[in-house]
């Protein structure tokens, strides 16, 4: 055979696509457990429970903690207000040592000292009653068994007539403000003879 011959013979024959073959579209044949559309609808009803629960316990959370955050602020003001005070309160504190180591230094039995004592008295009564009335106490030991919460002891000194470890001598009083420690009370303590 001539090439002549092979090229007309090559042109009686279909062309050979050397490409990948096409592929068959693919008959789906409807699967028998394929979920039906009242299942679906099941599904997504659940989901949707699920979701409004979830969404629920969300709200209740954030509904505690906006409560917590009030009630925190609440705390905080009620605490601003009440040891406002304390800065102003404790600079006063050494106005009360002056006029009450003043009243010490009097002789109680001298008559020309007595219209200076009284006025001493009466201005130290004055400055104790607004002290009083802004919740600021005095911590006055004198006897009482020592407790280092509120004492600062300075010194401790054997004393037989004494209980050990009691307060026999105040040397500066303690202030305390609606029940928190602005100066411990300044203490000589007895110890065992």
Do not use: C
């Amino acid at each position: 055979m001539s090439d002549q011959d092979k090229q007309k013979q090559g042109h009686d024959q279909p062309e050979v696509n050397e490409q990948a073959p096409r592929e068959e579209p693919e008959i789906v044949e409807e699967d028998a457990e394929a979920p039906t559309a009242e299942q679906e609808l099941a599904e997504a009803r659940e989901r949707v429970a699920r979701l409004e629960k979830a969404l629920a316990e969300a709200d209740l959370r954030a509904q505690a903690e906006m409560q917590n955050v009030r009630r925190r602020a609440e705390r905080d003001v009620e605490s601003a207000h009440k040891f406002a005070l304390e800065k102003f309160a404790g600079d006063l504190l050494p106005v009360a040592d002056s006029l009450e180591r003043g009243l010490s230094t009097l002789d109680a039995n001298d008559p020309t000292l007595q219209p200076a004592r009284e006025g001493l008295e009466l201005t130290l009564k004055v400055l104790l009653d607004v002290f009083a009335k802004y919740n600021l106490e005095q911590i006055d030991p004198q006897g009482q068994p020592f407790n280092p919460e509120h004492h600062e002891a300075m010194t401790m000194v054997p004393a037989p007539d004494a209980e050990p470890n009691s307060v026999i001598e105040v040397l500066e009083k303690g202030y305390q403000l609606n029940g928190r420690l602005i100066r411990p009370a300044r203490v000589v303590v007895s110890k065992a003879g």
